[in-house]
Protein backbone atom coordinates (compact mmCIF):
# COMPACT_ATOMS: atom_id res chain seq x y z
CA UNK A 1 0.00 0.00 0.00
CA UNK A 2 2.73 2.64 0.88
CA UNK A 3 4.19 1.77 -2.88
CA UNK A 4 1.34 2.80 -4.63
CA UNK A 5 0.78 5.87 -2.14
CA UNK A 6 4.00 6.86 -2.52
CA UNK A 7 3.52 7.01 -6.15
CA UNK A 8 0.35 8.81 -6.63
CA UNK A 9 2.20 11.68 -4.41
CA UNK A 10 4.66 11.69 -6.64
CA UNK A 11 2.39 12.15 -9.71
CA UNK A 12 0.39 14.59 -7.56
CA UNK A 13 3.13 16.91 -7.33
CA UNK A 14 4.98 16.43 -11.03
CA UNK A 15 1.51 17.33 -12.24
CA UNK A 16 0.83 20.55 -10.22
CA UNK A 17 4.47 21.55 -11.32
CA UNK A 18 4.04 20.80 -14.54
CA UNK A 19 0.20 22.47 -14.70
CA UNK A 20 2.38 25.78 -12.90
CA UNK A 21 5.59 25.55 -15.71
CA UNK A 22 2.34 25.88 -18.66
CA UNK A 23 0.36 28.16 -16.73
CA UNK A 24 3.48 30.26 -15.24
CA UNK A 25 5.86 29.96 -17.95
CA UNK A 26 4.98 28.17 -21.14
CA UNK A 27 2.00 30.44 -21.77
CA UNK A 28 3.25 33.77 -21.35
CA UNK A 29 6.24 32.66 -23.60
CA UNK A 30 3.65 31.89 -26.25
CA UNK A 31 1.13 35.08 -26.00
CA UNK A 32 3.52 37.47 -24.89
CA UNK A 33 6.55 36.69 -26.82
CA UNK A 34 5.05 34.50 -29.55
CA UNK A 35 7.29 31.70 -28.58
CA UNK A 36 5.35 28.66 -28.38
CA UNK A 37 7.67 25.73 -28.30
CA UNK A 38 7.42 25.53 -24.31
CA UNK A 39 3.80 24.70 -24.58
CA UNK A 40 4.21 22.09 -27.07
CA UNK A 41 6.89 19.96 -25.10
CA UNK A 42 5.61 21.34 -21.32
CA UNK A 43 1.80 20.02 -22.95
CA UNK A 44 2.31 16.60 -23.18
CA UNK A 45 4.12 15.82 -20.28
CA UNK A 46 1.49 17.91 -18.65
CA UNK A 47 -1.09 15.73 -20.31
CA UNK A 48 0.44 12.73 -19.85
CA UNK A 49 1.18 13.25 -16.09
CA UNK A 50 -2.88 14.32 -15.62
CA UNK A 51 -3.80 11.06 -17.34
CA UNK A 52 -1.85 9.11 -14.60
CA UNK A 53 -3.08 11.12 -12.03
CA UNK A 54 -6.89 10.48 -12.70
CA UNK A 55 -5.80 6.89 -13.17
CA UNK A 56 -3.97 7.73 -9.60
CA UNK A 57 -7.35 9.03 -8.18
CA UNK A 58 -8.98 6.12 -9.46
CA UNK A 59 -6.66 3.50 -7.38
CA UNK A 60 -6.54 5.60 -4.60
CA UNK A 61 -10.52 5.70 -4.58
CA UNK A 62 -10.48 1.85 -4.66
CA UNK A 63 -7.60 1.22 -1.85
CA UNK A 64 -8.97 3.95 0.62
CA UNK A 65 -12.43 3.49 0.07
CA UNK A 66 -13.18 7.04 -0.64
CA UNK A 67 -16.86 8.47 -1.20
CA UNK A 68 -17.51 9.46 -4.72
CA UNK A 69 -17.71 13.00 -3.42
CA UNK A 70 -13.52 12.71 -2.12
CA UNK A 71 -12.92 11.38 -5.73
CA UNK A 72 -14.62 13.78 -7.31
CA UNK A 73 -13.23 16.51 -5.11
CA UNK A 74 -9.59 14.65 -6.01
CA UNK A 75 -10.80 14.92 -9.41
CA UNK A 76 -11.88 18.75 -9.38
CA UNK A 77 -8.20 19.36 -7.50
CA UNK A 78 -6.54 18.01 -10.98
CA UNK A 79 -7.80 21.11 -12.98
CA UNK A 80 -6.87 23.90 -10.52
CA UNK A 81 -3.47 25.37 -9.62
CA UNK A 82 -2.14 23.87 -6.58
CA UNK A 83 -5.11 21.99 -6.36
CA UNK A 84 -3.37 18.79 -6.41
CA UNK A 85 -1.09 19.58 -3.57
CA UNK A 86 -4.17 20.26 -1.40
CA UNK A 87 -5.34 16.97 -2.61
CA UNK A 88 -3.07 14.79 -1.25
CA UNK A 89 -2.36 16.60 1.77
CA UNK A 90 -6.28 16.39 2.57
CA UNK A 91 -6.87 13.07 1.59
CA UNK A 92 -3.85 10.87 1.35
CA UNK A 93 -2.37 8.64 4.66
CA UNK A 94 0.41 11.04 5.85
CA UNK A 95 2.58 7.94 7.19
CA UNK A 96 2.63 6.46 3.61
Request: charged share 10%; glycine share 6%; proline share 5%.
Amino acid sequence: MENSVKAFRLISSMEAISFLVLLGIAMPLKYIWDMPGMVQSIGWIHGLLFVLYIIGALVMYRKFKWSLSVLAIVIVCSLLPFGPFYAERKYLPNNA
